[in-house]
């Protein structure tokens, strides 16, 4: 279900940041949410492509279209294993993994550095460079989707 769409926004994700209770511990997503919302939350002028918000859309429509419009979906681990890597593959968005020690589904078979962007949670910083130039290489992010189609459905 994820075939050409005109995706406009770099990088997505919209849930809790982690910052407020309930989920305000370092425990919950590994700390991964609460940097990303820290680092790029309040910034959209310096980082304009990058939608990130904790009023995620409520229906299967809005999901799918932010994830349509997305060309990389964050998918940070919650209060156990997340949906949101699923939720991307199924739309065509390459998943963004910073779960530093956290082993990924069936991951001893799936080859996920090649159909996701997987960094460790230091080079966060840099996660917009990084996203920019992997979508600049029109031949590695064509790679990354054509390996994503072909693992969606796992």
Not at 89 to 107: H, K, L, M, S
């Amino acid at each position: 279900e994820g075939g050409a769409h005109a995706r406009d926004i770099l990088m997505s994700f919209t849930g809790s940041s982690g910052l407020k209770a309930p989920h305000n511990s370092l425990h919950y997503s590994h700390g991964t949410r609460q940097m990303l919302f820290r680092m790029f939350g309040q910034h959209h002028r310096t980082y304009p492509r990058f939608l990130i918000s904790e009023n995620p859309p409520t229906d299967e429509e809005g999901i799918r279209s932010m994830a349509l419009r997305s060309v990389f979906c964050f998918a940070p681990s919650g209060g156990g294993w997340g949906i949101r890597l699923y939720t991307a593959a199924r739309y065509g968005c390459i998943p963004v993994i910073v779960q530093d020690g956290v082993r990924q589904p069936f991951d001893t078979h799936l080859p996920y550095r090649k159909f996701a962007v997987v960094i460790e949670q230091y080079k966060m910083h840099a996660l917009y460079d990084i996203l920019e130039d992997i979508e600049a290489d029109k031949n590695k992010l064509h790679n990354m989707q054509r390996h994503l189609a072909c693992v969606k459905d796992y």
